[in-house]
């Protein structure tokens, strides 16, 4: 039996919703054939196989959110092709496929449980090599770097035996092995980063010991390092573990299921509460920094606490008192009232596109102190231009829309004011100015708003612009935008002509630090030579980033705009 686990999708793209599922039980695949379309925060992909074979179980339902690594479904007779190694005795030999029954893919609760091999499993030496892959480390944990590894190759390791130490975004953490066997090969190497899911090493699995002829849960490994964690951390301060567990819980027999003190209820007074896992020179540490390491969430095997898991608590304790109520008034929303009361209500998931835009659109207000600035540009003149051009830019497959000769427009003028190509770093309090120019440009589909952006916009002509444009678009509106498709823009421009409106206050893109946003032009009568005449006025708004431009420089770089609209030969001499 083969697994189907949904692979990597692109960087920082960790999870999806599950929009259609191409296979069923009995459906025969072959490897590259689309199996799913999945929905990511950026864009619906369709998800190909790596293995051929029959399709026996499905483990996900359509509308469910998966997250990568995560089974989909299991496969009969199935072909996964050879994983590229670096040793030569790899290369020259055929690849084997992982018996399932020592598969180390990380065991999680939303997975079915799973047979353990038994005393009657075929032993160690004629055993197949299993790999050791990075499990999960927590919520929105999804890497870190390789501080410390603890075995090599011909190392006998144990299940909850720490085998690395890896630095995270939070902390420094202790790996525990999920197997027991002896270490075939190494794939990482010290201060590599990897990756949740990431293998780091082969090894051989050892024979189970005679004793244990029942079948084990498919979580004992797991229990079993949390049990040698805790017991480390009672012998460590001269108690045993009857001494250690409180009185509520009697010690349980070896095949019962192991629970950590660490679950007591922590509402009661400190005096009354179990031990917790760590060594008596960390909970001096917490002591000296004022830490109740009870509070304390340990990131090492079985739960145990060091010394970097108190100074990081002891850190957020501190962030937390220095942002105070207003960082709360930014993260917290206001419970909502309970509409039922009053009428039939529906709720629907916020999904895929419509969740990260939410999430990316309160980011930037909260973060950003926005300014917008309103101008209006006579683009009759540009009118006409564009009426004469348009074939040419047909021709290239693409449309010579306001928007296309907008990018222009911009890249100009980003040029001369490169201020708003610009990022703010707070953390290293600098500014951030690219020498490159890349702009996006607002799509509005069926299923939210997106942002394609076009590269190196300052080194292409109008018409190639118009032709670039014309495809991004169509790709955003047929679910055909890929992740990178819609990264690395310096600044943004959003059109809402086609719809209506006079005028609008568009949100910056982070981290950008301008947005420019264009609206329905029309007919005005503007003063001119000495009598009113009719022209075709376009309303222009800019929003900005007032940490790092100004009020009057935002003024300049509209109206430096503005007038590259009414006199287009303002881009030949200036831009």
Known sequence: MTEFKLPE?????HQGDLVRLMVAPGATIAEGQAVMELETDKAVVEVPSSISGTVKDVLVKQGEKLKV?????????????????????????????????????????EKPPRPVRTASVIPSETAEAAEFKLPELGENVHQGDLVRLMVSPGTRISAGQPVMELETDKAVVEVPSSMTGTVNEVLVKQGEKIKVGQ???TLQPGAISAGDHQPARADDSHEEGAREAFQAAIQSEGRTEEQALPPEQPRTPAAATFSMPLHLDRSAGVDHRGPVPAAPHVRRLAR????????????GPGGRISEDDVKAHAKSLIVTAATGATSAT????????DFSKWGKIERVSMRGVRRKTAEHMWEAWSSIPHVTQNDKADITELEQLRARFGPKAAEAGGKMTVTAIALKVCASA????????????????????????????????????????????????????????????????DKKLAPSDMEG????????????????????NYPEVAILGLSRSSMEPVWMNGKFEPRQVLPVSLSYDHRLIDGADAARFLRWIAEAFEQPFLLSVQG
């Open 288 to 299: 000296e920094l004022g830490v109740d390491i009870h509070n304390v969430s340990g990131n």
């Open 69 to 109: 690594g995560q089974v989909i479904f299991t496969v009969e007779n199935g072909n996964r092709p050879a994983a590229p190694s670096t040793s030569e005795e790899r290369q020259s030999a055929p690849a084997k496929p992982v018996p399932e029954e020592v598969s180390a893919a990380p065991v999680t609760a």
């Open 414 to 477: 980003l040029k001369i004011f490169p201020q708003f190509n610009a990022s703010i770093d707070m953390e290293r309090e600098e500014i951030v100015y690219k020498q490159f120019i890349n702009i996006g440009v607002a799509v509005d589909t069926d299923r939210g708003l997106l942002v394609p952006v076009l590269r190196d916009v300052d080194k292409k002509n109008i018409v190639e612009l118009a032709a670039e444009l014309t495809q991004l678009s169509k790709k955003a509106r």
């Open 199 to 201: 293998v780091i090493f």
């Open 330 to 337: 930014h993260t917290r929303q206001p419970k909502l009232p």
């Open 489 to 508: 823009g310096t600044f943004t421009i959003t059109n809402l002509g086609g719809i209506g409106g006079t005028g609008f206050s568009p949100i910056v």
């Open 9 to 13: 999708l692109g960087e920082n793209v």
